[in-house]
Nanobody
Framework: QVQLVESGGGLVQAGGSLRLSCAAS????????MGWYRQAPGKQRVLVAT???????NYADSVKGRFTISRDNAKSTMYLQMGSLEPEDTAVYYC??????????????WGQGTQVTVSS
């Protein structure tokens, strides 16, 4: 089983920066792709950014140029560096990972989320 734990959320002023972390733990797994999603109150959960095992990244248009996703495979940890934060970035941010527990299976894992609040 794979466990994902997000950290680094908090309250920040508009224009500020924040770095989120997602640590994966468990045994006998290999993570292929990882991503950050966010869900604002009363809104659907949406994709923020993804990163493959090889480091290829994709970003939602709303965060492109402001956010940077990265990962440290040795530490099984993913990061989201958020800059030029805006009130519209306020949401619960969730870590996601597609992982294999065997050569024949793959499963989608989620963290419990971390709150990011951007004040004007």
């Amino acid at each position: 089983q794979v466990q994902l734990v997000e950290s680094g959320g908090g309250l920040v002023q508009a224009g500020g920066s924040l770095r989120l972390s997602c640590a994966a733990s468990g045994s006998g797994f290999k993570i292929w792709s990882m991503g950050w999603y966010r869900q604002a109150p009363g809104k659907q959960r949406v994709l923020v950014a993804t990163i493959t095992n090889g480091g290829s990244t994709n970003y939602a248009d709303s965060v492109k140029g402001r956010f940077t996703i990265s990962r440290d495979n040795a530490k099984s940890t993913m990061y989201l560096q958020m800059g030029s934060l805006e009130p519209e970035d306020t949401a619960v941010y969730y870590c996601n990972a597609a992982a294999s527990l065997s050569p024949y299976t793959e499963y989608n894992y989620w963290g419990q989320g971390t709150q990011v609040t951007v004040s004007s």
